[in-house]
């Protein structure tokens, strides 16, 4: 566990909104930010699973509400956000943390081979146009829509900000997985577009882009029914310098930097690549 006095980072009376908070690594986020004294709203489609890390949160003394939400519909998040002010106080930091990615926007095969088309494998040409919006829109209007609903909260006031999740592949995309590596290069443009457009009113905007770390969502990409590493997992270790996948817990000091309003109060519009050097090797 980081040492939130080591780093400065004091987030008493402010009020924390996490989307995706049912997820992994949202879900230590969110008790990240409990643990530096903020009052957290831990959205989720989920609403069991945000409710269980929300009481996690309690249980250590900590306050923190668990909503319902989805992230793609604008009159629910309006309707969360109208809630999350009423019960905890308007909200001063936005974690955009809802995302993922869908099989039917994933090929099968890194590389395009003569026969494809024909063959029993899901190919470029086979991708379905609705699996590919739907990991488009779970990651971009999944980050826009949360920031309508909340950011109308955050104008005006004094030391709000914005955190949003993007992803190494949003620098190179990935093989195989083309919808979510576009979508999140989106998410890493859309931040810097929304650090220009917020400058005048006192919100920040930065992102952090995480490399490779081991959760449920990718465990069947990365490890066989067995446990033993998939050849996906062999390629990605030895493409990041570090040789190894990320710790959960190694996240902790970005977010709490680019959220500490006196460490990092000139910085908006920064994606902050933590992902043991893979975004900045070249194979060779």
Sequence with gaps: MINNNVLNTDLSGKVVVVTGAGG??????????ARAGAKVALLDLNEEKAR???DE???EGGVAKAYACNVLDKELCYSVAD?????????DILVNGAGGNNPKATTDKEYFEMGDIDADTKSFFDLDAAGVGFVFNLNFLGTLIPT???ARQMVGKEGCSILNISSMNAFTPLTKIPAYSGAKAAVSNFTKWLAVHFSKVGIRVNAIAPGFFSTAQNAALLFNPDGTP????????AATPMGRFGEASELEGGLLFLLNEKAAGFITGVVLAIDGGFSAYSGV
């Design 83 to 91: 809630a999350v002010a009423a019960e905890l106080g308007s909200c």
């Design 148 to 150: 309508q609903a909340f």
């Design 57 to 59: 949160i309690v249980a």
């Design 24 to 33: 992994v690594l949202c879900s230590h986020f969110a008790k990240v930010l």
């Design 230 to 237: 998939t050849a996906r997992t062999g390629k990605i270790l």
């Design 52 to 54: 269980q890390y929300a």
